[in-house]
Protein backbone atom coordinates (compact mmCIF):
# COMPACT_ATOMS: atom_id res chain seq x y z
CA UNK A 1 0.00 0.00 0.00
CA UNK A 2 0.97 3.22 -1.15
CA UNK A 3 0.20 6.67 1.06
CA UNK A 4 0.46 9.93 -0.26
CA UNK A 5 0.70 13.50 0.78
CA UNK A 6 0.36 16.84 -0.89
CA UNK A 7 1.80 20.18 0.35
CA UNK A 8 2.97 23.72 -1.36
CA UNK A 9 -1.21 24.69 -1.70
CA UNK A 10 -2.03 27.91 -0.59
CA UNK A 11 -3.15 31.55 -2.61
CA UNK A 12 -2.24 33.59 -5.27
CA UNK A 13 -2.73 35.55 -7.76
CA UNK A 14 -3.81 34.75 -11.62
CA UNK A 15 -0.20 35.31 -13.38
CA UNK A 16 1.76 33.55 -10.58
CA UNK A 17 3.77 30.14 -9.70
CA UNK A 18 3.38 27.60 -7.09
CA UNK A 19 4.91 24.15 -6.73
CA UNK A 20 2.68 21.40 -5.27
CA UNK A 21 4.91 18.13 -3.61
CA UNK A 22 3.72 14.56 -3.09
CA UNK A 23 5.53 12.33 -0.75
CA UNK A 24 5.10 9.05 -1.00
CA UNK A 25 5.43 6.39 1.83
CA UNK A 26 7.13 2.81 1.47
CA UNK A 27 9.91 1.82 -0.63
CA UNK A 28 8.25 0.92 -4.19
CA UNK A 29 7.44 4.48 -5.18
CA UNK A 30 9.77 3.95 -7.95
CA UNK A 31 7.31 1.06 -9.68
CA UNK A 32 4.18 3.76 -9.41
CA UNK A 33 3.09 6.15 -12.30
CA UNK A 34 2.07 9.15 -10.51
CA UNK A 35 -0.45 11.63 -11.70
CA UNK A 36 -2.17 14.90 -10.46
CA UNK A 37 -5.57 15.25 -10.76
CA UNK A 38 -7.71 18.19 -9.21
CA UNK A 39 -11.54 19.00 -8.42
CA UNK A 40 -13.51 22.31 -8.35
CA UNK A 41 -16.21 22.87 -6.32
CA UNK A 42 -19.45 21.59 -8.05
CA UNK A 43 -17.41 20.07 -10.58
CA UNK A 44 -16.00 16.10 -11.36
CA UNK A 45 -12.46 15.48 -10.88
CA UNK A 46 -10.36 16.11 -13.55
CA UNK A 47 -7.26 14.76 -14.73
CA UNK A 48 -3.93 17.13 -14.85
CA UNK A 49 -1.20 15.27 -15.29
CA UNK A 50 0.67 11.86 -14.83
CA UNK A 51 4.77 11.07 -15.20
CA UNK A 52 5.36 7.19 -15.81
CA UNK A 53 7.44 5.26 -13.36
CA UNK A 54 10.36 5.44 -14.88
CA UNK A 55 10.09 9.06 -15.75
CA UNK A 56 10.58 8.71 -19.12
CA UNK A 57 6.94 9.78 -20.60
CA UNK A 58 5.27 12.89 -19.39
CA UNK A 59 1.31 13.27 -20.30
CA UNK A 60 -0.83 16.83 -19.52
CA UNK A 61 -4.40 17.44 -19.95
CA UNK A 62 -4.76 20.46 -22.81
CA UNK A 63 -5.96 22.80 -20.17
CA UNK A 64 -2.57 22.90 -18.43
CA UNK A 65 -0.04 21.89 -21.61
CA UNK A 66 2.23 24.62 -21.35
CA UNK A 67 1.86 25.63 -17.77
CA UNK A 68 2.43 22.69 -16.11
CA UNK A 69 4.92 20.48 -16.05
CA UNK A 70 5.59 17.10 -13.85
CA UNK A 71 8.47 15.86 -12.43
CA UNK A 72 9.74 13.04 -9.88
CA UNK A 73 12.27 11.94 -7.54
CA UNK A 74 12.66 8.33 -7.06
CA UNK A 75 15.25 8.81 -4.15
CA UNK A 76 12.95 10.99 -2.27
CA UNK A 77 9.55 9.50 -3.03
CA UNK A 78 8.27 12.81 -4.16
CA UNK A 79 6.51 13.77 -7.41
CA UNK A 80 6.27 17.38 -7.84
CA UNK A 81 3.98 19.95 -10.07
CA UNK A 82 5.55 23.09 -11.11
CA UNK A 83 2.42 25.17 -11.76
CA UNK A 84 3.02 28.60 -13.76
CA UNK A 85 0.97 31.53 -15.06
CA UNK A 86 -1.58 30.52 -12.60
CA UNK A 87 -5.44 31.31 -13.75
CA UNK A 88 -8.43 31.61 -11.92
CA UNK A 89 -9.87 28.59 -13.39
CA UNK A 90 -6.91 26.54 -11.94
CA UNK A 91 -8.21 27.02 -8.45
CA UNK A 92 -9.36 23.46 -7.21
CA UNK A 93 -8.26 20.75 -4.49
CA UNK A 94 -5.64 19.08 -6.78
CA UNK A 95 -4.63 15.63 -5.50
CA UNK A 96 -1.43 13.11 -5.78
CA UNK A 97 -2.49 10.21 -7.28
CA UNK A 98 -0.46 6.69 -7.88
CA UNK A 99 -1.46 3.85 -10.02
CA UNK A 100 1.22 0.26 -10.73
CA UNK A 101 -1.82 -1.16 -13.52
CA UNK A 102 -4.34 0.73 -15.46
CA UNK A 103 -6.78 2.14 -12.57
CA UNK A 104 -5.52 4.75 -9.95
CA UNK A 105 -5.16 3.22 -6.82
CA UNK A 106 -3.95 5.34 -4.20
CA UNK A 107 -4.82 9.39 -3.52
CA UNK A 108 -3.85 11.62 -0.97
CA UNK A 109 -5.93 13.95 1.10
CA UNK A 110 -5.70 17.19 -1.52
CA UNK A 111 -4.02 20.74 -1.00
CA UNK A 112 -5.76 23.44 -2.30
CA UNK A 113 -4.86 25.79 -4.57
CA UNK A 114 -7.04 29.58 -4.91
CA UNK A 115 -5.94 31.76 -7.77
CA UNK A 116 -7.82 34.83 -7.54
CA UNK A 117 -8.05 37.30 -9.76
Known amino acids: QVQLMESGGGLVQAGDSLRLSCTAS????????MGWFRQAPGKEREYVAHITWTGGSTIYADSVKGRFTISRDNAKNTVYLQMNSLKPEDTAVYLCEARRGPRWEYWGQGTQITVSS
Open 26 to 33: GRTFSLYD
